[in-house]
């Protein structure tokens, strides 16, 4: 098959002037955009002499930039490793360690974050645009993109953490790319015509696959904000007027309790898209009632993500339901003992489709479970209706999603175990307005004057700011099971 970057390639043919991004400081055309994405590519392999197999990473802000980057990567068979600037610099070099990096291109924001090693070089994504607009002035020809290329080649190499908080990469394919957007496609009933707003990081396959990707394979227009900010999202849905966008809750909520909410029209949205972590059916409704459906969906990094979804014309008939099986996807749900259960019952989520991804980068013990004959297991439960509808129940993972964010317990837990003041301590995710959940930490103190404050502090740049727990809850001893384990369920009603 084409690389993607053959998307642009013959969207540049068909409608050279059309827009294809806009991030505040560039308005690309498609045949612009290809022409950044040929510079990119001869930058890659002439001037860095990198080539198929080599890992690039990006550490920034989402910018046209970054996604010129990605598109030429794909052409050259390297694999580009899109990096979280909300982590510290301690997690970011145990990653850059563990994908053997061979590439970094930093933004100047970030610059502190990134200690450079031996084994790498970093490159300032300032300099990369340089080299870029030097080079579309040399008039590279957009058409020299656009290989033929494996489609098994490793497109994205994006970290998630696992169930005991280590990261690990996730390999998602350029076959999984390009199945994942036509999942994308059906779902939001994409086309040329439409204009897609994108202020989730691009960092997170969220930011990156749900819309973007699949908007630039549709030849559709991108409005690329560089972070969320709620004033500059509504002024944007006011002035420029998308057609669609994807938001997980903790922003929908922060642009409904900003004061230009009620005044914003949304008379441009075909439809919202959220997910990522249970949505409140009151959230929904809020929206409904302003004529735009919310549309939901679910997945992971290993999915894609695009794996079940409704579409706009069952949305608002369908509240609280996280949608039907993708166009591309398989779903299954399964016992403990792996056999499907009935409809109406409860069961794991098992996915399986060319969307997947192909493994972890570090294979390990768990990846032959997770990814057992082709299928992917979420460890999330659901169920599913008569009607093909999956409803989600709960997850098996003991996981915290924080403002769209995953955090693991089991990371929190290995510093308090650290803490002489503390005999056991636990964390569980407590209901939260504005973030949907937060850590907070139930612990069992070892001295009579440990405080708060004190535990909150184990914390400090040890891992990210976004994973910090927001408060202590002392205990004279935590709760078990009949087998000794730490009673989560009867930790969360504590709390």
């Known amino acids: 098959m084409r690389s993607p970057a053959g998307w642009i390639e013959r969207h540049a043919a068909f409608a050279p002037d059309k827009t294809a991004l806009r991030d505040g400081q560039q308005n690309l055309s498609y045949a612009k955009f290809a022409a950044r994405i040929a510079c990119a590519s001869r930058w890659l392999e002439q001037e860095r002499g990198l080539s198929a197999g080599d890992r690039v990473a990006w550490l920034g802000a989402n910018s046209s930039d970054f996604l010129a980057l990605f598109f030429a990567c794909m052409d050259c068979g390297i694999t580009f490793v899109p ?92 076959r999984a790319i390009l199945f994942n957007a036509l999942n994308a496609v059906h779902m939001h009933d994409m086309n040329a015509a439409d204009r897609i707003l994108t202020v989730l990081p691009m960092f997170h396959v969220g930011g ?3 819309q973007t990707l699949p908007a630039l394979y549709c030849g559709a227009e991108i409005i690329l904000h560089p972070r969320f900010e709620p004033a500059t999202t509504l002024e944007a849905i006011t002035a420029e007027r998308p057609t669609l966008t994807t938001l997980v809750p903790a922003m929908i909520n922060a642009l409904m309790t900003h004061p230009a909410w009620l005044a914003t029209s949304l008379s441009s949205l075909r439809s919202i898209t959220t997910g990522s972590t249970d949505v409140p059916r009151a959230m929904i409704e809020s929206i409904h009632e302003r004529a735009v459906p919310v549309i939901q969906i679910y997945g992971s990094t290993e999915t894609g993500p695009v794996a079940i979804y409704q579409r706009a014309d069952e949305a608002m008939a369908t509240v609280g339901a996280i949608g039907r099986a993708g166009l591309h996807t398989e779903v299954r749900l399964v016992d403990a003992q792996g056999a499907e259960v009935a409809d109406g019952s409860d069961g794991e989520i098992l996915v399986r489709g060319p969307h997947i991804a192909n493994g972890y980068w570090d294979a390990t013990s768990g990846q032959a479970v997770a990814f057992a004959d082709g299928w992917f297991a979420s460890g999330d439960v659901a169920t599913r209706d008569s009607d093909g509808l999956y409803w989600f129940r709960d997850r098996i993972k003991h996981l915290i999603i924080s403002g769209g964010e995953n955090i693991y317990p089991a990371e929190l837990e290995r510093i308090l175990n650290a803490n002489s003041h503390l005999q056991e301590a636990a964390v569980v995710g407590r209901p939260d307005a504005h973030w949907g959940e937060v850590p907070v930490v139930v612990a069992v103190p070892s001295s009579a004057v440990v405080t708060e404050d004190d535990i909150l502090q184990c914390f400090a740049d040890r891992i990210a700011r976004y994973k ?23 930790l969360r009603d504590l709390l």
């Open 83 to 174: 990096l979280n600037w909300r982590l510290s610099a301690a997690e970011l070099a145990a990653i850059a360690r563990d994908g053997r990096i061979t590439l970094a291109v930093v933004d100047s924001s970030c610059a502190r974050l990134m200690v450079c090693d031996d084994d790498w070089g970093i490159v300032p994504a300032e300099e990369l645009g340089a080299v870029l607009d030097s080079y579309g002035a040399q008039k590279i020809i957009p058409a020299a993109i656009g290989k033929q290329i494996d489609p098994e080649t490793p497109a994205l190499l994006v970290y998630t953490s696992g169930t005991t908080g280590k990261p690990k990469g996730a390999v998602l394919s350029q």
């Open 468 to 490: 910090h727990p927001h408060a202590v809850v002392f205990v004279d001893a935590l709760p078990r099971t009949a087998l000794g384990k730490v009673d989560l369920g009867r």
């Open 208 to 210: 990156l696959n749900i």
